[in-house]
């Protein structure tokens, strides 16, 4: 057997070289990015669809990364939000107290 002849994804010495999932390695297109943000735009849709290219299968890592990141942004805006309301709230009534 001649060393020299091995397969593609085999190396001399007996190593294999991991096969990588095409789809989840093919860098997402320009016009692929104009499309999501258009689709973030749409206020329910937009964030189903983050929950969707975050957890499925099927996406690219680029998208799922950039989908958990926005729901991670998401839910730090939630929690900043619930909390001016409450100072805010207490600002007033405590203002309203002095009236």
């Known amino acids: 057997m001649d060393s020299n002849n091995f ?10 070289q991991p096969i990588y999932n095409q789809p989840m390695d093919k860098p997402v297109s320009i016009g692929d990015w104009v499309l999501t943000i258009f689709l973030l735009c749409i206020p329910l849709v937009g964030l189903i669809l983050l929950f969707v290219w975050a957890f499925g299968s099927n996406t690219p890592k680029s998208k ?36």
Do not use: R
């Not at 950039?66 to 991670?72: E, G, P, R, S, T």
């Not at 939630?78 to 203002?95: A, D, E, K």
């Open 64 to 99: 799922s990364n950039f989908a958990k990141a926005q729901l991670i942004w998401i839910l730090i805006d939630i929690i900043l939000v619930i909390f001016l309301y409450f100072v805010l709230g207490v600002s007033f009534f405590t203002m309203l107290s002095y009236y």
């Open 7 to 16: 397969t593609p994804n085999q190396q001399p010495g007996g190593y294999q």
